[in-house]
Structures are given as structure tokens and as C-alpha cells.
């Protein structure tokens, strides 16, 4: 179903559709031999492993495209092509309780919620993905600055004033006119 059938929907339609949709990814995920999370910039994965495992017992292949967990001289537990690119350098893991293989990847791209971790499991809808409150500081200086002047503009829309975009126009044409006395601006419509 594509974006305009769903916007066609009632609000009931859509609430049932969604209930559906999360039932079955819960289900499919459920049959996966991990649980795994996920924010902007990084994956988690908890793999259960025998109790008594030591990380000696364990291959674990982390590659910039690839995953591979498995116990030594049995068959693997994980073992294929991740769905996007991570930082190899920033990834890690690490035995838990001798019986969880927790692994952390940092994503190359974080911007992107991933569909699945293994490119041939089953994927979840990435649109319904509600992410946990971040805060500003959290942010690189660009983006950061980006979301405050966003923040400013709404901000000053609600009130009906100027955005920050049509404050620098208006103090660039009040330098102009200072500038240039000699010219008339009370006929100018300015747009």
C-alpha cells in the first residue's frame, strides 16, 4: 500500500492498519535470533548465547557492510550483509553474564533509521518509528544551529512576526536607506 491509499483511509481504517502492521513486525522480529534497537546514529543488538559462553568461545566478525556471530566450531548465529554502512572503528562487543553478546554499531550515515539490521530479515516500516526526545546539545554545531533558526522562525510565525530570514532582509534595506538618504522610499512597495 503506497502513501496516497493510506491517506484515503479513515482514521479508524489507519488505526486498525497500524495495530495490524505493528503485530505482524512484532511477530517477524520475535523469530530473529536477536532483539535490537536503534537511534539515529547507532544500532544495539543483545544475542543470547549458552550460559557459561566466554568471549574466547565466540567469532564475532564486524565489517563496515558485513556481521558474523557465532560460537566457535558450531553453526553461526548471525552471518550476513548489514542493510547500510557502519563506522568499523567505533563498533564494538562484548560478552554479558556469559550469556548475551551485546553489539553496538556506530551507523556511517545518521540520519537514516534502518528497516532491518541483516539485509535478509524482515523489515519494519521506518515511517512509524517514534524517536526518544533528544536535546539540542546533542547535536552537532550545524545541525544545532539549524534546528534552533527553525525553532526561532516557528516561533516568531505564531506570534506574527518576522522570521529570522525576513529580519535580515529588513535590516539590510534599513542600511541601504541609511546609506542612501538621497533616495525617496515612501512610494516602495518592498516584497
Same mark, same amino acid.
Given at each position: ?30 523469530t530473529l535470533p536477536y ?5 539515529? /546514529? ?34 553461526? $548465529?548471525?552471518? /550476513?550483509?548489514?542493510?547500510?554502512? $557502519? ?16 553489539? @553496538? ?14 539485509? @535478509? @530479515? ?6 512509524? $518509528? ?10 552537532? /554545531? ?17 506570534? /506574527? ?28 512597495? $518592498?516584497?
Amino acid at each position: 500500500m503506497d502513501d496516497s491509499e493510506y491517506d484515503k483511509m479513515t482514521k479508524e481504517q489507519r488505526e486498525a492498519k497500524d495495530k495490524a502492521d505493528r503485530e505482524r513486525e512484532a511477530a517477524e522480529q520475535a523469530t530473529l535470533p536477536y532483539k535490537w534497537t536503534q537511534e539515529l /546514529g547507532e544500532v544495539d543488538l543483545t544475542v543470547p548465547v549458552p550460559k557459561g559462553t566466554r568471549a574466547k568461545n565466540l567469532n564475532v566478525v564486524i565489517q563496515r557492510k558485513k556481521l558474523t556471530v557465532g560460537l566457535k566450531s558450531r553453526p553461526l $548465529i548471525l552471518d /550476513g550483509e548489514l542493510c547500510q554502512l $557502519i563506522k568499523v572503528d567505533d563498533s564494538t562487543w562484548t560478552i554479558e553474564d556469559n550469556e548475551i553478546v551485546l553489539i @553496538h554499531l556506530e551507523k556511517l550515515n545518521k540520519q537514516q533509521w534502518w528497516e532491518n539490521v541483516l539485509t @535478509h @530479515h524482515p523489515k519494519i516500516d521506518t515511517r512509524k $518509528i517514534e524517536p526518544a526526545d533528544s536535546k539540542l546539545s546533542d547535536l552537532d /554545531g550545524e545541525t544545532r544551529g539549524m534546528v534552533e533558526k527553525m525553532m526561532f522562525d516557528n516561533q516568531q510565525k505564531q506570534m /506574527g512576526k518576522p522570521t529570522s530570514d525576513e529580519l535580515k532582509k529588513m535590516e539590510a534595506l534599513e542600511k541601504f536607506k541609511a546609506a542612501h538618504p538621497e533616495l525617496d522610499f515612501s512610494q516602495a512597495k $518592498i516584497s
